[in-house]
Nanobody, 114 residues
Framework: QMQLVESGGGLVQPGGSLRLSCAASGSIFSLYVMAWYRQAPGKQREMVAEITNGGRTNYADSVKGRFTISRDNAKNTVYLQMNSLKPEDTAVYYC????????WGQGTQVTVSS
Protein backbone atom coordinates (compact mmCIF):
# COMPACT_ATOMS: atom_id res chain seq x y z
CA GLN A 1 0.00 0.00 0.00
CA MET A 2 1.19 3.48 -0.83
CA GLN A 3 2.39 5.79 1.92
CA LEU A 4 1.88 9.50 1.29
CA VAL A 5 3.44 12.51 3.04
CA GLU A 6 2.29 16.03 2.18
CA SER A 7 4.25 19.23 2.72
CA GLY A 8 4.16 22.85 1.68
CA GLY A 9 1.09 24.17 3.43
CA GLY A 10 1.03 27.37 5.41
CA LEU A 11 -0.42 30.85 5.78
CA VAL A 12 -0.60 33.04 2.70
CA GLN A 13 -2.30 36.32 1.86
CA PRO A 14 -5.10 36.48 -0.71
CA GLY A 15 -3.65 36.55 -4.20
CA GLY A 16 -0.56 34.68 -3.10
CA SER A 17 0.83 31.31 -4.13
CA LEU A 18 1.82 28.03 -2.52
CA ARG A 19 3.13 24.76 -3.85
CA LEU A 20 2.14 21.55 -2.13
CA SER A 21 4.18 18.38 -2.48
CA CYS A 22 3.23 14.78 -1.81
CA ALA A 23 6.02 12.22 -1.53
CA ALA A 24 4.95 8.63 -2.14
CA SER A 25 6.56 5.35 -1.17
CA GLY A 26 5.74 1.71 -0.84
CA SER A 27 4.42 0.93 -4.27
CA ILE A 28 4.91 1.63 -7.97
CA PHE A 29 4.09 5.33 -8.10
CA SER A 30 3.84 5.55 -11.88
CA LEU A 31 0.84 3.18 -11.94
CA TYR A 32 -1.29 5.33 -9.66
CA VAL A 33 -3.83 8.03 -10.36
CA MET A 34 -2.86 10.81 -7.98
CA ALA A 35 -5.14 13.52 -6.68
CA TRP A 36 -5.43 16.38 -4.24
CA TYR A 37 -8.54 16.76 -2.11
CA ARG A 38 -9.41 19.40 0.44
CA GLN A 39 -11.70 19.70 3.41
CA ALA A 40 -12.76 22.99 4.93
CA PRO A 41 -14.26 23.19 8.44
CA GLY A 42 -17.87 21.99 8.40
CA LYS A 43 -17.70 20.90 4.78
CA GLN A 44 -17.30 17.61 2.97
CA ARG A 45 -13.99 16.58 1.48
CA GLU A 46 -13.86 17.52 -2.20
CA MET A 47 -11.60 16.66 -5.10
CA VAL A 48 -9.44 19.59 -6.19
CA ALA A 49 -7.32 18.09 -8.97
CA GLU A 50 -6.22 14.73 -10.24
CA ILE A 51 -3.62 13.43 -12.68
CA THR A 52 -3.66 10.01 -14.30
CA ASN A 53 -0.68 7.76 -14.80
CA GLY A 54 -0.68 9.01 -18.40
CA GLY A 55 -0.57 12.64 -17.35
CA ARG A 56 -4.16 13.67 -18.05
CA THR A 57 -5.48 16.20 -15.57
CA ASN A 58 -8.86 17.12 -14.20
CA TYR A 59 -9.79 20.06 -11.97
CA ALA A 60 -12.66 21.22 -9.86
CA ASP A 61 -14.38 24.19 -11.45
CA SER A 62 -13.51 26.35 -8.45
CA VAL A 63 -9.76 26.05 -9.08
CA LYS A 64 -9.53 25.87 -12.89
CA GLY A 65 -7.03 28.39 -14.21
CA ARG A 66 -5.49 28.93 -10.77
CA PHE A 67 -4.20 25.52 -9.67
CA THR A 68 -1.93 23.12 -11.54
CA ILE A 69 -1.30 19.49 -10.66
CA SER A 70 1.83 17.75 -11.88
CA ARG A 71 3.81 14.63 -11.13
CA ASP A 72 7.44 13.56 -11.25
CA ASN A 73 7.54 9.78 -11.52
CA ALA A 74 11.31 9.75 -11.07
CA LYS A 75 10.89 11.40 -7.66
CA ASN A 76 7.64 9.61 -6.72
CA THR A 77 6.11 13.01 -6.05
CA VAL A 78 2.96 14.85 -7.03
CA TYR A 79 2.65 18.62 -6.77
CA LEU A 80 -0.13 21.16 -6.56
CA GLN A 81 0.82 24.68 -7.61
CA MET A 82 -1.77 27.08 -6.24
CA ASN A 83 -1.87 30.64 -7.54
CA SER A 84 -4.25 33.55 -6.98
CA LEU A 85 -5.32 32.03 -3.70
CA LYS A 86 -8.61 33.07 -2.16
CA PRO A 87 -9.87 32.87 1.43
CA GLU A 88 -12.28 30.16 0.30
CA ASP A 89 -9.30 27.96 -0.59
CA THR A 90 -8.59 27.66 3.14
CA ALA A 91 -8.73 23.96 4.03
CA VAL A 92 -6.73 20.90 4.92
CA TYR A 93 -5.34 19.51 1.68
CA TYR A 94 -4.93 15.77 1.32
CA CYS A 95 -2.97 13.72 -1.17
CA UNK A 96 -4.74 10.64 -2.55
CA UNK A 97 -3.46 7.67 -4.53
CA UNK A 98 -5.67 5.24 -6.46
CA UNK A 99 -4.81 2.07 -8.32
CA UNK A 100 -5.60 -1.36 -6.97
CA UNK A 101 -6.10 0.24 -3.55
CA UNK A 102 -6.60 3.68 -2.04
CA UNK A 103 -4.25 5.68 0.16
CA TRP A 104 -4.52 9.05 1.89
CA GLY A 105 -1.89 11.32 3.31
CA GLN A 106 -2.19 12.97 6.71
CA GLY A 107 -3.07 16.38 5.26
CA THR A 108 -1.47 19.81 5.27
CA GLN A 109 -3.19 23.02 6.35
CA VAL A 110 -3.55 25.87 3.88
CA THR A 111 -4.83 29.16 5.28
CA VAL A 112 -5.52 32.13 3.04
CA SER A 113 -5.99 35.26 5.09
CA SER A 114 -4.84 38.84 5.35
Amino acid sequence: QMQLVESGGGLVQPGGSLRLSCAASGSIFSLYVMAWYRQAPGKQREMVAEITNGGRTNYADSVKGRFTISRDNAKNTVYLQMNSLKPEDTAVYYCHARFSSYSWGQGTQVTVSS
